[in-house]
């Protein structure tokens, strides 16, 4: 694997992950439906910073493993491919169950800096961001390549996406909202990317030496 093939790779993985409904689309629905269309934008530079202290941290933590112990970073490597297997299950376990997206639990900002902070705080508080991109570095990263730096290639290519999702998001806001809310669409989204998930993670591990 190149570095531009996972890069490739990982957008189409990063860019099913994104289209899945969950708070961080229900906060800037409710952002441009209630505040229009700049704090809405703003709450989504919010996500796609918090999306980037994640990838961040977590590329250095397996850059770190990495120099320590091959081993280590096999091991990492193993349980980041069963992780993405676990992961793609439970999304196609949940599509077997109705669900609409969240909207009443997610607070209407009241300011642009509000906005920012609170689209910010929601993505560094959720640990799954963290474990997602500890999993998926070494998954991505060619061997002989810098986990750090590919790292932070990754993270960028996940923000660009979510911009440009969230970009969507506000400017499609009535068609979104109305398709986003539907429990069958959500049950799609969560099959299609249940399934990649889980045929890349036996890929890796099957692969593997």
Request: net charge positive; proline share 4%.
């Amino acid at each position: 694997m190149t570095v531009t093939s996972a890069l490739l790779a990982f957008s189409a993985v990063a860019a099913l992950m994104t289209l899945i409904p969950g708070v961080d689309t229900a906060l800037i629905l409710r952002s441009a439906i209630t505040r229009g269309r700049g704090e809405a934008m703003l709450a989504g530079l919010g996500i796609c910073t918090g999306v980037f202290v994640w990838g961040v941290a977590a590329a250095a933590g397996a850059s770190a493993i990495l120099a320590a112990s091959a081993l280590a970073y096999q091991i990492l490597t193993y349980a980041g491919a069963a992780y993405l297997v676990f992961l793609g299950g439970q999304m196609i376990y949940r599509s077997l169950r109705k669900k609409q997206l969240p909207s009443t639990e997610i607070p209407v900002p009241q300011s642009g800096i509000r906005t920012y902070l609170t689209g910010l705080v929601t993505n560094v508080l959720n640990p799954k961001i963290g474990v997602f991109y500890i999993a998926a570095i070494p998954q991505f990263t060619p061997a002989g390549s810098n986990a750090l730096l590919m790292g932070v290639g990754l993270s960028a290519v996940h923000v660009a996406l979510t911009l440009m999702w969230a970009a969507i998001l506000v400017f499609g806001v009535r068609i979104a909202g109305r398709w986003l809310s539907s429990a069958k669409a959500v049950s799609w989204m969560d099959r299609i990317t249940g399934t990649v998930l889980i045929g890349f993670g036996l890929k890796v591990a099957l692969s593997r030496p």
